[in-house]
């Protein structure tokens, strides 16, 4: 796992909870950022985590924004049930819809007042974060500002191949959690070896997706094929070339369908699906902050 917070932030507040998921079936982790700093609040970032994945990798991005606005912001960090900290069967979702009631609950309970939200999400983090704008379009325009989209699992590479859903649950009721037969290595996220071996090495990470999981996020991204002709709230897609895990022309195409004046993109041509954990992460921080100076 990743080192704590550098301690030089001099008005950052950090508390962790678990409360009960949307079903109440789960216990989910959040962490929040909280500034003592007597001024305004800038932003509310809401950062939402990729497959597999868990809040903790996801720091040095935090302690970028953190920086970079002057320690004048709010930052909220949610494990997913079934990741990191959060309960629940690993890596495995009986329906995408859990995880959008469970980021509108979240956000429903925060108490920051006045300050729109800005949604970042890296992979399956972007797709939930895109899901919950679909879903609850009408509350997504008051309380969301803005949505910053890493490598959105729109367009998987991935396919369930000769394995069908149908075969699976003829067999028994409990065969969508079983292992999806792709073992996530660290070095296909990133080219950086500290960031990759700390993945593989991190026992917070789920190795293995399952069915059901594999199976709710295509369901869910065929749904979202036309949805951005529909978007109006400002998006910033971070898009990889040589991603392992999402078609990047695609998704590129798909914001076309947004009115010019919301939809901003930023294309790396030599980077891995982990956008902000890559060597370049520092330049990746750096567009996500110009992009919200200029919005």
Known sequence: MLTETRKKFKYLEKNSFNIKSHSKEESLYVKEWKTTKNTKIRHHFVILHDICDHHGRYEPLAESLWQQFDEEVNITFIDF??????????????????????LHMVLNEDETQGVK??????????????????????????????????????????????VQDKVLRSINKYAGKLRFPYHINGKNLTSDRERYESYNSDPLINHYMSFSLVEEIL?????????????????????????????????????????????????YSHCLHDLFNEKIRDKVYTDIYNWLEKT
């Open 117 to 162: 939200k800005v949604l970042i999400g890296q992979g399956l983090g972007a797709l939930v974060a895109l899901s919950y704008i679909e879903s609850y379009e009408q509350t997504a325009k008051n309380i969301i500002g803005s949505v910053v989209l890493s490598n959105p699992l729109l367009f998987l590479h991935l396919e369930l191949h000769k």
């Open 81 to 102: 049930k079934g990741h990191g900290l959060s309960s629940g069967t690993r890596s495995y979702i009986g329906n995408f819809d859990e995880y959008i009631d469970d």
């Open 219 to 267: 369901r869910k991204s065929r749904h979202l094929l036309d949805y951005s002709y529909f978007l109006d709230i400002p998006l910033l897609m971070l898009l990889s070339k040589n991603d392992f895990l999402v078609n990047w022309s695609k998704s590129s195409l798909y914001i076309k369908g947004m009115p010019k004046h919301l939809a901003y993109e930023c294309i």
